[in-house]
């Protein structure tokens, strides 16, 4: 491999030739061989959209020369388009700043737009890191990977899954089947409505997110080091959320308290809790689908779901209800990311918090997660449910908590003497009604109809 080499102010360091990157961030590679887990990629791509926003702002406000203010850009848009997915090895066990990360961004756009304009010399620092600290930068990257992500995957994948629940509905609008309740029967349901009850958590944990995620709009760039905002122009912060909002489609403001944003990371906190609600509501869709399609034959069986692959290595024929697992595996880590992010924003110290990297790490896998999660989701199990009538009106009529209906007409304690009696001597709940004198059959007739019941 040949290399050349680069220096920064600790000295000389010998980097791959072949590579972008610069002194530190070789530094970072040497010194954090930990783990395989690197900065996500959605980061990086908020790094090269908030470099290039400032460099126009810096540009605006007269600090940076236009053909180097160009040059900056034109090389974050190139990062933005994925020209250099490799440039970007650094491990999320890094230092708690994120600093590395910043550095990492700012050496290789310097070096991209040295190569693509040899007559320029643009440094990391000077003239791509000017008005900026590692410690604004990186919270402001790491809010907008969260909020753009939110909206690029998260949300379209919500509202496909909430338009099948939908669809569902419709086509079983006149589908009677048992409720239940602490896993026991209950009174009768429309299996619409047990659907409508799935697409309400979905469109209630949607409104969630979305509430919570506006709290990150709130970006910390312009306060530099400490919150003082030191070596930054008046009016930098305001310009560059400006390009950053033209730039990504999504509107970011300058938070209003640098020292709050620089070292707290409540809305974090905020936005991941929603996101751990989204996964407590898809773990109970995803259970509630597994169990009513649970069988074949020996189990309730009262929906059927798309058979995708064998289910067993020794037992010829069986199918599993593959996709609910693996939604619900992916709502256990979302929760424990959670409790990271809780455990890691809880940690700032003075004027900054320094577990950036692993807090950005886990809310950008718990978005990717849910997101990839509910389209696979949709696409190979809920699109192929299907209801299982016969089996859900054997269950309904079979059920002894039709008895409930009978309450206003012959009184709580005798329709519960007729439940007990039907199920002790496993006769019908008609049977044990008529036995025990309490109505004629015509009465009971009357008065037990299911589809009065819901």
């Known amino acids: ?240 959320c400006e390009e950053i909002s033209r730039l990504s489609g999504q509107t970011f403001t300058p938070s209003s308290n640098k020292y709050h944003a620089l070292t707290s990371k409540d809305g974090y906190v905020f936005t991941s809790g929603a996101l751990k609600g989204l996964a407590a509501n898809l773990m109970k869709i995803a259970n509630d689908i597994r169990w009513l399609a649970n069988g074949p034959r020996c189990g309730l069986g009262e929906i059927s779901i798309p058979e995708n692959e064998p289910g067993s290595s020794i037992m010829p024929g069986k199918v599993n209800p593959t996709q609910c697992e693996a939604i619900t595996m992916i709502a256990i880590q979302v929760m424990g990311n959670d409790s990271t992010i809780g455990i890691g924003a809880s940690q700032g110290n003075f004027e900054l918090n320094v577990f950036m990297p692993v807090l950005a790490y886990n809310m950008m896998q718990s978005i990717r997660l849910l997101s990839d999660g509910m389209v696979s989701f949709e696409l190979h199990c809920v699109r192929g449910i299907k209801a299982k009538k016969e089996k859900m009106n054997e269950n309904l009529r079979n059920s002894l908590m039709l008895v409930t209906c009978l309450s206003p007409v012959i009184g709580y304690e005798n329709a519960a003497a007729c439940a007990h009696k039907a199920f002790e001597e496993n006769t019908t709940l008609k049977e044990a009604v008529l036995a025990l004198g309490f109505l004629s059959e015509s009465e009971y007739d009357e008065a037990v109809r299911p589809e009065k019941m819901v």
Not at 49 to 74: F, M, R, W, Y
Not at 198 to 209: K, N, P, V
Not at 224 to 237: E, K, Q, R, S
């Open 1 to 240: 491999m040949e290399y050349r080499i680069e220096h920064d102010t600790m000295g000389e360091v010998c980097v791959p030739a072949e590579h972008f990157w610069g002194a530190q961030t070789e530094r970072s590679l040497e010194n954090f061989r930990i783990g395989t887990e690197t900065i996500p990629r959605e980061v990086i791509h908020a790094f090269a959209v908030l470099k290039s926003a400032a460099a126009t702002a810096n540009h605006a406000l007269g600090k940076l020369p236009e053909a180097e203010a160009q040059a900056i850009t034109d090389a974050c848009r190139d990062i933005c388009d994925g020209k250099y997915p490799k440039e970007f090895p650094l491990k999320v066990w890094q230092t708690g700043s994120g600093t590395q990360s910043n550095m990492n961004m700012n050496e290789v756009i310097a070096h991209i737009a040295m190569h693509d304009h040899p007559e320029l010399k643009i440094h990391p620092n000077d003239h791509v890191n000017m008005s900026q600290s590692s410690n604004d930068t990186f919270p402001t990257a790491m809010n907008m990977a969260a909020v753009l992500a939110i909206h690029a995957q998260l949300i379209p994948a919500i509202d496909t899954l909430i338009a099948t629940m939908k669809r569902l509905e419709e086509e079983n609008h006149d589908v009677l089947k048992i409720g239940r309740t602490h896993l026991q029967d209950a009174v009768p349901i429309r299996f619409s409505q047990e659907i409508s009850g799935w697409r309400g958590m979905l469109e209630e944990s949607r409104a969630q997110i979305l509430e919570a995620s506006d709290h990150l709009r709130k970006l910390a760039i312009g306060g530099t080091a400490v919150g003082t905002g030191l070596n930054c122009p008046a009016g930098f912060d305001t310009a560059c």
